[in-house]
């Protein structure tokens, strides 16, 4: 074999070298034979590359060196090979896409073994929309692959259930991997969310085997059902593709009756070349099987029919409340046969501008309205006491009934004393709608009538969102309607707002006249989305926005619902407790966490302020906007404490909660101002302090910090208050050292004199970085005793201690 040349594939030349380069010494496979592979598997390969932009792991000197990931098209690639230019939040990519045997032989001789590409398709135009979905099995330490074929099993059957058909591949790593086509498109977002719900699902249903969290800490004995390879920013190994592990094993399509087998194994490159020449390509079947129609972000699952009938319809409950030749209302009887020609024949006689809607005006017991909406061949109804709002201020309840039939549309007249709903029916109003978003808790429509026209937005609000009993809850829900003109201004004193801050003072005398939440541990945070932006700020009013992008899904949850928000953002270690320490050293931890913002008050809603309404009320509009974060994996309103102060208390030591917050519940919101109607209670001292120096360590920390030398701020300088030599990781040591190092000043920034043995190995810094320090109580010199460094408070300056 030569170790070099040009080859022609398909037309195309192409520079070869390093052919005899072993690139997998365990097996001595050389480099022209994973060019040969790609070659003989491209035709079932290239079908799932095609129009997907690929990222490549290399291993140039073979796969006992290190790899390098690479993204951007190097100079000098081929000008036929086809491309696509993604723009990133720092630069624009030039991404390879691979739409030919010779551009996979290409990659190959640049010695690229595993090629990763996205759910989705380049589009044509508009955003990109993912055309399957995958859930990547990804079994824990000692987990068996057979396991992870039982998990794989455990999908296919809930899906066919569902009258879904799916694809498993084996990883050529430690897992599977499992494929449904979506059909029609949708966007990313759209895909990971399926993938979420079911992923949360199994999970349940299964939590000895398997787990949806990405905590590395739960995943012993489990599979990790990963969900988040739908994400439009992830990518996955290619079908087809080799890895770059020991062997030249391959991420290979296999059939589920292999998956029940106990000798399930990776299968090597030269393997899979046989099955393709028995078998052709086992995903080729991957164009049906899973729908996830979409409206703006929605997403709802079904079988791919493309002659599906029409949905059945369910009228059971709307019949078994009225009794036939008792009330003159539609549909009570059971649907009389109709000829099918004849039926099609009246349909072809009576086209209909779009779905209707009906408000009814019913004098029952209590005169109320009924809203109804044409979905999926009946009417979604509400009972809405007081009407639609005509006002975007205004948010009215609405009480799901029973889906009545279609020709209810039409129906009005009297309904016979003593009947179910009982009393006089007038149509109200009368019109069609289209649908903007269509989900389980939110429908955003937009009306048409000759009384009300413009977007609604009902917002489901009851239930548990942890899972309960949610049967009568999940009745009542918000109707609001969207301003289509300029949104109402919020007041001056909400376009930059500052949280209410709590007095410090002992809560176990209080009675329940008070409520009790939890302390937090972490950064306060002021969320306001207005007009479709969302901002995050600190006490301070710094923008953190960019520094948590992980909370930028709360725009998708509230849709066009203006809020401002006041929370805290913590991170829960693995126990499920707050640790400031993983909060502020997030970037450089290979510790697990999990980040979560704690909303626990609501400043305004729809533009109007809430500063004046009383703690109860807020907190119950708060508790109604609940479901609408139900899908979000960060966002939670944490329950109360039970009361009175002192149970309060305890409960919060048993929680390992940082201490309690009491609100009078009838205080209102005085933003920017600490009030005695808030009380907090700490169950241990902490404090926030500016550092002004630092000393160098001994032994293991000779070469780096050993103290950081604090103080607190007064009018005329800065106050020392001891040194803090704990709680720090190595990786929060290396990040302060760099912080610190331009900083570096050549006297002392404190008013004290400090002792001559600290001063004389001192280096002094400009006082300008906050940290927080946990700490047993001070000394008799004003020092802090038993300090210990928990994090730098980046939402803070100096000046706001």
Known sequence: ?????????????????????????????????????????????????????????????????????????????????????????????????????????????????????????????????????????????????????????????????????????????????????????????????????????????????????????????????????????????????????????????????????????????????????????????????????????????????????????????????????????????????????????????????????????????????????????????????????????QNRLAIRTEDHPLDYATFAGDIPRGEYGGGHVEIWDTGTFTVEKWRDDEIIVVLRGERVQGRYVLIRTGGDRRGGNRAEGDKNWLVHLMADEPRPLLPDSLRDPRPMLATDEGIEHLDDTWAFEGKWDGYRLIVRYVDGRLRLTSRSGIDMTADFPELTEIADDLGMLDVVLDGEVVALDSSGRTNFTLLSSRRNTDEPYQLKLFLFDLLALGGKSLLTTPWEARRSLLEELGPLFRRSRHVEIPPLLPGPGAAAVAASRDRGYEGVVAKRRSSTYQQGRRAKTWLKHKNWSDIEVVVGGWRPGRGSRANTIGSLLVGLPETTGLRYVGRVGTGFTDAALKSLAAELKPLKISRSPFLDEIDAPVASSATWVLPKIVGEVQFLDWTSTGHLRHPSWRGIRRDKLPGDL
């Not at 040969?36 to 290239?46: G, I, N, P």
């Not at 068996?144 to 296919?156: D, F, G, N, S, W």
């Not at 408000?359 to 109804?381: K, N, W």
């Open 1 to 393: 074999m030569s170790s070099g040349g040009v080859i022609d594939v398909d037309g195309r030349a192409i520079s070869v070298t390093n052919l005899d380069k072993v690139l997998y010494p365990a097996t001595g496979t050389r480099k022209f034979e994973v060019i040969d592979y790609y070659t003989r598997v491209a035709e079932s390969m290239l079908p799932h590359l095609r129009d997907r932009i690929v990222t490549r792991k290399r291993w140039p000197s073979g796969v006992d060196a290190a790899p390098f990931f690479e993204k951007n098209l190097p100079a000098g690639s081929p000008d036929w090979l086809d491309r696509h230019t993604v723009g990133h939040s720092q630069r624009a990519i030039v991404y390879p896409v691979v739409n030919s045997r010779a551009a996979l032989v290409w990659m190959a001789q640049m010695a690229a073994l595993e090629l990763h590409v996205p759910q989705w398709r380049i589009p044509d135009d508009g955003p990109e929309k993912a055309n399957r979905i995958i859930f990547d099995l990804d079994p824990g330490p000692d987990v068996p692959l057979t396991q992870c074929a039982q998990v794989a099993l455990l999908i296919r059957d809930v899906l066919a259930d569902a009258g879904l058909t799916c694809w498993p591949v084996t990883s050529g790593g430690k897992g599977i991997h499992v494929y449904a086509r979506i059909d029609p498109p949708v966007t990313p977002r759209s895909a990971r969310t399926v993938a979420h719900e079911l992923a949360d699902g199994l999970a349940a249903a299964h939590p000895e085997s398997i787990t949806a969290s990405m905590t590395k800490s739960v995943r012993d004995s489990r599979v990790f059902l990963d969900w988040s390879q739908n994400s439009g920013s992830k990518t996955t190994l290619a079908p087809y593709s080799l890895r770059g592990r020991e062997r030249p094993w391959v991420a290979a399509p296999r059939t589920w009756a292999e998956l029940a087998d106990a000798g399930l194994r990776q299968l090597t490159f030269d393997e899979v070349l046989e099955r393709v020449d028995t078998d052709g390509d086992l995903l080729a079947g991957l164009d049906g099987g899973l729908v996830v129609g979409e409206v703006d972000g929605g997403a709802v699952v079904g079988a791919v029919d493309a002659g599906a009938p029409a949905p059945v319809v369910n009228l059971g409950e709307y019949r078994r409340k009225r009794n036939p030749g008792k009330t003159p209302e539609p549909g009570v009887a059971p649907d009389p046969v109709v000829d099918e020609a004849d039926a099609e024949e009246a349909d072809a006689d009576a086209p209909r501008p779009g779905p209707v809607f009906v408000i009814q005006e019913h004098r029952a017991r209590r005169l109320h309205y009924d809203f109804r909406l044409e979905h999926d061949g009946v009417l979604v109804s509400w009972a809405v006491p007081k009407n639609l709002p005509d006002d975007p201020t």
